[in-house]
């Protein structure tokens, strides 16, 4: 496909995913979930393009010279579309970097992998700066890639529990405690966001991040590539898969999402993730 007819059908399956899911509309206020990387710039690009009232929020986790790479990038596509861009990083959060916080961890006993840490980590600050902000949505640059990756890491740990919330607006019922995350690019593929984030030339490094280099995930993408060579659509055909089966463990009836007793954030338990490990880093 020529590269113009590209660049059409690709924003065009970004429209048909918003309105086919119902992810948003003009009326409410969006903050995009950003790294610097090409799928969340792509993401915040073509709802920009398409006219949503949106800003962009990006969350540091101190990576040496990859997140202060990512993070110029970003501030100057924001600066080139016009874009308010709102920075929160680990060290004025948390005092210390992602890799820090691991090794002292580590040292305590709790050997957390970069990515869990990491994951735990931002997802509160992103629904906590969300929230402060009174966005309505959460845009991330998910694509299918990662939605067909994070089925089969769901079913291989039987977590129904997961599988039930994953998909195109993520997490659980609507609430003023969170912010549901949508995903605008949950029909494109890996390499159809890297094509269009090349014609488009976006200022972004295509080099994965140091620390997942040994991250479960990697596993499984290698392994989805693998089979998509030989067997095109595989990873479409489980995302399919996935929108049947969530059908069935979703819980029939809103649930009633609980908060943490120390940060009044979303938690499973009577003190969310966030609030455990910054207890646990800051015992002698
Ligand atoms: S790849 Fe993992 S460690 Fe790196 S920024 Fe993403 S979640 Fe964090």
Do not use: W
């Amino acid at each position: 496909m020529a590269n113009t007819k590209f660049v059409e059908y690709f924003e065009k399956k970004v429209r048909k995913t918003i309105r086919k899911y119902k992810l948003f509309t003009k009326k409410d206020k969006i903050a995009v979930a950003v790294s610097g990387g090409k799928d969340s710039t792509v993401c915040l690009y073509i709802l920009k393009k398409l006219g949503y009232d949106l800003e962009a929020i990006t969350i540091d986790a101190n990576i040496g010279n990859y997140t202060k790479t990512n993070l110029e990038n970003i501030k100057k596509v924001c600066k080139k579309y016009k874009i308010k861009l709102h920075v929160i990083s680990f060290r004025e959060e948390f005092g210390t970097s992602l890799c820090y916080m691991q090794s002292i961890l580590k040292s305590k006993g709790h050997d957390y992998a970069s990515c869990k840490l990491c994951g735990i980590l931002k997802r509160y600050l992103l629904n906590k700066y969300s929230k402060k902000l009174k966005f309505d949505f959460l845009a991330t640059g998910h694509n299918l890639d990662d939605e067909a990756q994070t089925f089969l890491m769901n079913a291989f740990r039987n977590d129904t529990k997961r599988l039930g919330r994953q998909g195109p607006i993520s997490g659980i019922t609507k609430s003023k405690d969170f912010v549901q995350r949508v995903k605008p690019l949950y029909l494109l593929s890996e390499e159809e966001v890297k094509r269009y984030s090349k014609i488009l030339k976006f200022p972004v490094n295509y080099e994965i991040c140091p620390c997942s280099v040994n991250a479960y995930r990697r596993e499984f993408i290698n392994i989805l590539n693998l089979f998509e060579e030989k067997h095109p659509d595989v990873k479409y055909n489980l995302l399919k898969f996935h929108e049947f089966i969530a059908e069935k463990v979703k819980p029939k009836k809103a649930v009633k999402i609980e908060l943490c007793k120390t940060c009044g954030e979303p938690a499973s338990n009577d003190t969310c993730k966030t609030c455990q490990i910054l207890d646990e880093l800051k015992k002698k």
